[in-house]
Structure formats: structure tokens, C-alpha cells
């Protein structure tokens, strides 16, 4: 039983095969003519998006806090003293 030894992987020539198959695909094209779509690009991310919304929520969520508690550092000070 004659075992055959596997072959070396050559990383550069993946990388430069990925390379070449970037520039074939449906959203190939990277916006590097200018600021204006790699704002555009940046903003229609998804994951910013994600993080902006629960960012969003949790101000909101503060400011009912603080406008519903408007004392709460004057409690704070005095608990401090002791």
C-alpha cells in the first residue's frame, strides 16, 4: 500500500489566481476613483449600519434615562460622601 505525497501548496500562485478572478464578478469594480463612492460604499455596509442603529438606540435610551431621572447626580454626590 503505496501512500502518494501531497503536493506542496503554492501560496503566491493562489493569491495571484484570486487576484485575477477579483476582477470577473458581479461586484468586481472598487470604487477608487474619488472619496464620493468609497463614502457611498462605506455607508451602504451593512455592518455599519448594525452598529449606527444600535448606537442609536443606546443614546436613546440614555437620554430617557437622564431626562427621566434628573437628580440622579445630586443621589450619586451625596452617596459619595459617605
Do not use: C
Request: proline letters at 2%; a positive charge.
Amino acid at each position: 500500500m503505496h501512500m502518494k505525497r501531497r503536493a506542496k501548496i503554492n501560496w503566491w500562485s493562489i493569491v495571484h489566481s484570486l487576484r485575477n478572478v477579483e476582477g470577473s464578478g458581479r461586484y468586481s469594480k472598487v470604487a477608487t476613483d474619488g472619496w464620493w463612492p468609497a463614502l457611498v460604499a462605506a455607508i451602504a455596509n451593512s455592518h455599519l449600519q448594525t452598529v449606527v442603529a444600535l448606537l442609536l438606540i443606546v443614546m436613546l435610551l440614555m437620554l430617557n434615562f437622564i431626562l427621566r431621572f434628573p437628580d440622579l447626580g445630586a443621589v450619586i454626590a451625596e452617596y459619595n460622601q459617605f
